[in-house]
């Protein structure tokens, strides 16, 4: 049974699907955005990770990290988004970034990319503290 069957079957008026459909559609954009978005991030990220080992820096800089989550706690108040959500997601985002520097430091010749690693795949939801 597929999805506007499941709700022609609740009731659900044709107007109110198209609807749900619309924004659905949307939403699916925004998705593909942000895994796009993502994706050129990471890349940029890998760079840095590359940087940072040949020049025996450290991973993490949390100097760097206070900045970014000042900045953008107040980009997300000015888009009327919650402020903790912004810093819960960029802390999710940098300890992965961080996870990759460590792997480069200890493998700087891995041709493997944190965009296609599958082994290395966050399990920790946003908010969790950094291991
Ligand atoms: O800017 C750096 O030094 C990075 O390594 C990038 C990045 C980030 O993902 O934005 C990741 C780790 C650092 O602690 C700070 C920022």
Redesign the pocket.
Known sequence: MSTSDTHRTHGIDDSVLAELTRLRESIDNIDAAVVHMLAE?FKC?QQ??LL?ARHHLP????A??AR?IARLRQLAETAHLDPAFAEKLLNF??AE??RH?ERIAVEPDTTDTPTNRTHNTPDTPPGAPRP
């Open positions: 991030r990220t840095v990770g940072k991973p993490a800089d949390p760097r990290e970014q985002i940098i970034v961080i520097h």
